[in-house]
């Protein structure tokens, strides 16, 4: 049974075109993650939610935003992406308490920008 | 901060033999989780393994063990018995006792399994 599930698995957008991402769980895990992983890279995180508190990395640029309207569901917005923004985008989730909690990730949406 | 180092970028090994992928880290946190995950060609990051810092033993998962070396802060991954699906890039990650738990990676590596 999937537990993290990502929608959708490929995605093609055209330079500058806005494109959402989206990420569900069926864990209750109270953190979810965005994850960004370029080809042969260590994936590198963009943001994650602790409930409904958004944490936004330092270097994440602007034109990445995020939602997560419930528990459940977490979308990844890019308002005008550029081809340095294709790459696979990792959702995962995690219970409370690190750091014994695994991070359960989906199974990553691959963007391609034209 | 904290830090992993993967040393190896890509690994050999015969099927059937036994594997050794390193993982070195380092952090101020006094207490941390280390993780291995797998990473197939699909993309999908698949959790193997977690050591805790304060886990006196060794941690095993079916094919997977974890060998861990507090002093020496180095949390290396054994496979037994490659098997040709074992084929793929290996994450070592860590997790600290704060910051909401975000996960620092190592760089990978690459693990071909001959036949």
């Known amino acids: 049974d999937a537990m993290v599930i990502q929608n959708p698995r490929y995605q093609v957008t055209q330079f500058g075109k806005p494109v959402t991402l989206s990420c569900s769980q069926t864990?209750?895990?109270?953190?979810m993650y965005w994850y960004q992983q370029k080809s042969s890279q260590a994936p590198k995180l963009l943001f994650h939610y602790y409930d409904k508190d958004f944490n936004n990395e330092a270097d994440t640029p602007d034109n990445f935003q995020s939602r997560r309207p419930n528990t459940s569901f977490c979308f990844l917005d890019i308002r005008s992406p550029g081809l340095g923004d294709a790459a696979m985008y990792l959702c995962a989730t995690s219970g409370l308490a690190p750091p014994g909690n695994t991070q359960y990730f989906g199974p990553g949406t691959r963007l391609t920008v034209l | 901060a904290q830090k992993i180092t993967q040393t190896q970028p890509g690994m050999f090994v015969q099927e059937k033999e036994a594997v050794t992928l390193d993982c070195t880290y380092d952090?101020?946190?006094?207490?941390?989780?280390l993780f291995w995950y797998k990473q197939p060609s699909s993309g999908e990051m698949i959790f193997l393994i977690y050591?805790?810092?304060?886990?006196?033993q060794n941690a095993t998962e079916g094919r997977y063990s974890l060998n861990f070396q507090k002093a020496r802060k180095s949390a290396n991954l054994v496979i037994s018995a490659s098997q040709l699906g074992d084929s793929a890039m290996y994450f070592c990650a860590m997790r600290g006792g704060t910051n909401a738990g975000k996960s620092t990676f190592g760089d990978g590596t690459t693990l071909t399994v001959k036949p």
């Open positions: 952090t101020s946190d006094p207490s941390y989780g």
């Open positions: 864990l209750n895990h109270n953190v």
């Open positions: 050591q805790g810092s304060y886990d006196q």
